[in-house]
């Protein structure tokens, strides 16, 4: 009898620990729940602060970029002549790209994350252009291209195309418009950067410049870039 009642009892203990231990994992498990739930939240928050951020980040960044442009697209008058109620103008037209380098760069450092940002960048790459500050140029359009964002990374090699066409480096100026040419993009499409690429050739391969310009008009009727190709073979005259 003892022994059926230590059985018994026995039996008791085991439903008892397997409660116990179901207990316990089920407790586990909630704990490691609310801990996963905690974590997604914190995480989940994060998103919506950083995301809200940005947004107004950019919406401080779109502001500013609107007052830089209205100073790079400013109207040079001439000195006496009034201004219009609320309008930017200059006499003097190296003020007024000093002026917009300086509004432009001073974006970018500031939201240079932004999509106004990166626009401002380049913008003040162009406005060292304007000043024939070709290294200044070339080193804003440096940290856009390093910003990785492909429409980007094209305009900024475009513009360095150039650059190295006006300071003696052709040869790494033809290299760059081919490789555009190759992967053009939606703000540098080929037609472009084959017309940037035949008036490079023209200072050292009119032949070559020549079948660049046709190509254009072969590939690219009716465009005005196959317009202002026409107009570039003529100047270069007949070719044997």
Same mark, same amino acid.
């Given at each position: 009898?003892?022994?059926?009642?230590?059985?018994?009892? =026995?039996?008791?203990?085991?439903?008892?620990?397997?409660?116990?231990?179901?207990?316990? &994992?089920? $407790?586990?498990?909630?704990?490691?729940?609310?801990?996963?739930?905690?974590? @997604? +939240? *914190?995480?989940?928050? @994060?998103?919506?602060?950083?995301?809200?951020?940005? !947004?107004?980040? /950019? *919406?401080?960044?779109? &502001?500013?970029?609107?007052?830089?442009?209205?100073?790079?697209? %400013?109207?040079?008058? *001439?000195?006496?002549?009034?201004?219009?109620?609320?309008?930017? /103008?200059?006499?003097?037209?190296?003020?007024?790209?000093?002026? @917009? @380098?300086?509004?432009?760069?001073?974006?970018?450092?500031?939201?240079?994350? /932004?999509?106004?940002?990166?626009?401002?960048?380049?913008? &003040?790459?162009?406005?060292?252009?304007?000043?024939?500050?070709?290294?200044?140029?070339?080193?804003? =359009?440096?940290?856009? !291209?390093?910003?990785?964002?492909?429409?980007?990374?094209? +305009?900024?090699? $475009?513009?360095?195309?150039?650059?190295?066409?006006?300071?003696?480096?052709?040869?790494?100026?033809?290299? +760059?418009?081919?490789?555009?040419?190759?992967?053009?993009? %939606?703000? *540098?499409?080929?037609?472009?950067?084959?017309?940037?690429?035949?008036?490079?050739?023209?200072?050292?391969?009119?032949?070559?410049? /020549?079948?660049?310009?046709?190509?254009?008009?072969?590939?690219?009727?009716?465009?005005?870039?196959?317009?202002? &190709?026409?107009?570039?073979?003529?100047?270069?005259?007949?070719?044997?």
């Amino acid at each position: 009898m003892a022994q059926h009642i230590s059985r018994k009892e =026995l039996k008791k203990d085991e439903i008892r620990d397997t409660l116990a231990h179901g207990a316990e &994992a089920v $407790f586990s498990h909630q704990r490691l729940a609310g801990i996963i739930l905690g974590v @997604a +939240l *914190v995480v989940g928050l @994060a998103v919506v602060g950083w995301r809200f951020y940005t !947004e107004r980040q /950019t *919406v401080k960044a779109a &502001a500013a970029l609107g007052d830089g442009m209205k100073i790079f697209e %400013a109207r040079i008058r *001439v000195p006496g002549e009034p201004a219009e109620p609320n309008e930017v /103008t200059y006499v003097d037209e190296k003020n007024k790209y000093e002026d @917009a @380098a300086k509004k432009f760069d001073g974006i970018a450092r500031s939201y240079g994350r /932004t999509r106004p940002g990166q626009i401002a960048r380049y913008y &003040a790459a162009l406005s060292q252009l304007h000043l024939r500050r070709f290294d200044d140029a070339q080193k804003q =359009l440096k940290e856009l !291209e390093d910003a990785g964002d492909p429409e980007f990374v094209a +305009l900024a090699r $475009f513009q360095l195309a150039g650059i190295y066409g006006q300071t003696g480096k052709g040869d790494e100026a033809v290299k +760059l418009y081919r490789q555009l040419a190759d992967k053009p993009t %939606a703000m *540098v499409p080929k037609p472009m950067v084959l017309l940037a690429l035949g008036d490079q050739l023209r200072k050292s391969n009119p032949q070559e410049a /020549t079948t660049v310009y046709n190509q254009i008009k072969k590939d690219f009727p009716d465009s005005p870039v196959a317009e202002e &190709a026409g107009k570039r073979l003529e100047a270069l005259g007949p070719r044997t």
